[in-house]
Every structure is written in structure tokens, then in C-alpha cells.
């Protein structure tokens, strides 16, 4: 099981420290990561930014450090729900396409994909089959650089671990896989041994961060007490720290075969705030956690 680190968590989002791309690539291999994983968006990875110059150093970085590229992360939502005559799915699929041409070029072997977030405009039957349809146009044009699409159990169409399995198996591409990931599940109260042991054939890679929940309530004057709300928020924590199990997880993706890439995020607000030290310290304990209880 490979050890990675995603720029996402460097990138100055939620108040963090921002560490620009070759930065972040040193920051890593300092830690003693594998790899790394690089977020396809501003301001790290932007295809509409990035020239060939910025590619050769970031390629330069990587050789230079002994640390590969073996994720780009791509930010995708196929519900094209905007006017009827923009062309979104085009736009989403043709930057999926950008992304998979950095890939080849950096040497990553995985581009990061999520599915659609349902807003309640369309038939679900209809919008499963757009998000089946444009994954597999993605992974249709991926294949011609022998990239693999990994989609994320993110967003709202296939979050579930049955539906997620079941849209894999609508896409049927050789190159398709999973990015299966314990947060959502572990949210939703999933066994998490169990999916993460069925799911582990189909997974390619697994992106973790841990949280604790803070439940939520509501001061209701008139009955001078407080209404529970739902759901709980949710804050990332040292990992290991949390609510999620991740012994039960790891486990049941090695049990079912897995032999992927793990990566390590932040991508939220995390205790004791976004300093450079504080993320470092964050991103150490990940390996820690890792190689003490898996390897």
C-alpha cells in the first residue's frame, strides 16, 4: 500500500497555510511520503493556468526530491443543471480530458473523479444514466493515455456503497475503478469493515482524514429547552482520533484485496487551526497511524 499526500491540504482553503505546488512536493517527501496527489484546480493544478515551463518544474521537483505524482485530482459534477443550451457536460468532460494530458505528463497513473450532486431537477433514472454516460465518455478518452478514471464516493449520485457498485458496474470500462473512501459511509453508518471488504476489488484508491461529530441544537424559548438538530457537523481531528473506525476499514480493504494507493487529506476546518506546523503535524501522524497499525 502506497503512502500519499494531497495538495488540497496546503492549498490555503478553510484558513489552512498555502504551500505552492513544488513547495508542497518538497513539504511531502520531507514527511516521508510516497507520493503525492495534486488537486487539478486553482491554485495548484489548473489546466487553464498551468504552461509547459511550470509541468518541467514540477516534473524537475518530483525527480529531484524522489517523490512521484500519482494522483490528479479532478473536481466534477455531472449534473448539468444549469440552461439547457450551455454545454456543461461538454465543459466538465473536455476538463477531465486536461487533466488526464497533466497526468501523462507528470507520470500519475490516476485522475480523481466525482459523480453529481442531485438538486431535485431531473428524474433519477435520468440523471444516473447522464453520470454513467459522461464517466464513461471520460473514461473512453483516458484510455488512450493508459490513465485510469477513479470515481469518488462524494457526491450524491452512487454515494452509497450498493448504488456506487452498481453504477460501476453500468459504466464497465476496463479502466474505470473506485476511489473508495471510509468518511462517507462512516457517516451514513455503513458497516465499514464489510463495505470496505466488498468494495476492495473495484478500489484503486482511498483518500482518508478523521473527525469527531459535534451535535447540534436549537434554543427553543417558549419551551426553555433546545430541539436537537440534524445532522451533526463534523470537525477533522489527528487521524486515528475520530469517530471513524479505520482499523475496520484498512482491514477490510486488505481482506478483499486491496493494494492500492492511500492518501491522506485535509480538507475542512482542522483542530487547532491551519498553521504550516499544525498541518505538518497532521500529515505525520497519518504515517505514523499507518505504519503502526497496517504495515
Not at 497555510?17 to 508542497?24: A, E, G, I, K, P
Not at 469518488?152 to 464497465?172: P, R, Y
Amino acid at each position: 500500500m502506497k503512502l500519499c499526500l494531497f495538495s488540497v491540504s496546503y492549498a490555503g482553503f478553510w484558513g489552512q497555510h498555502t504551500l505552492s505546488v513544488n513547495d508542497f512536493i518538497v513539504q511531502a517527501a520531507q514527511l516521508g511520503y510516497d507520493s503525492v496527489m495534486l488537486m487539478g484546480k486553482r491554485p495548484h493544478l489548473s489546466p487553464l493556468d498551468v504552461t509547459p515551463e511550470e509541468i518541467e518544474s514540477i516534473q524537475g521537483a518530483l525527480h529531484e526530491h524522489q517523490i512521484k505524482c500519482s494522483i490528479i485530482g479532478g473536481y466534477t459534477d455531472f449534473s448539468g443543471t444549469g440552461a439547457a443550451e450551455v454545454p456543461f457536460l461538454e465543459m466538465q468532460i473536455q476538463y477531465v480530458q486536461q487533466l488526464v494530458y497533466l497526468a501523462q505528463q507528470l507520470g500519475a497513473s490516476t485522475v480523481r473523479l466525482f459523480t453529481a450532486y442531485d438538486a431535485g431537477l431531473q428524474m433519477p433514472h435520468v440523471l444516473w444514466g447522464q453520470v454513467v454516460s459522461a464517466i464513461q465518455e471520460c473514461c473512453d478518452r483516458a484510455a488512450t493515455s493508459d490513465v485510469t478514471i477513479a470515481v469518488q464516493n462524494h457526491h450524491d449520485v452512487g454515494v452509497h456503497s450498493d448504488a456506487l457498485l452498481e453504477l460501476f458496474h453500468d459504466i464497465d470500462r476496463p479502466n474505470c475503478k473506485l476511489g473508495f473512501d471510509a468518511w462517507s459511509p462512516a457517516l451514513r453508518n455503513e458497516n465499514l469493515f464489510e463495505a470496505a471488504r466488498k468494495m476492495a476489488p473495484y478500489t484503486a484508491i482511498t483518500t482518508s482524514a478523521d473527525y469527531i461529530k459535534m451535535p447540534r441544537f436549537a434554543y427553543q424559548p417558549e419551551l426553555i429547552n433546545y430541539q436537537r438538530q440534524q445532522p451533526d457537523m463534523v470537525r477533522a481531528v489527528k487521524f486515528g482520533t475520530g469517530f471513524i473506525d479505520y482499523s475496520a476499514f484498512f482491514h477490510g480493504l486488505k481482506e478483499g484485496g486491496f493494494n492500492g494507493t492511500a492518501t491522506y487529506e485535509m480538507c475542512s476546518p482542522i483542530r487547532g487551526g491551519g498553521s504550516l506546523d499544525n498541518l505538518n503535524a497532521y500529515a505525520s501522524e497519518y504515517l505514523t497511524w499507518m505504519k503502526t497499525h497496517l504495515m
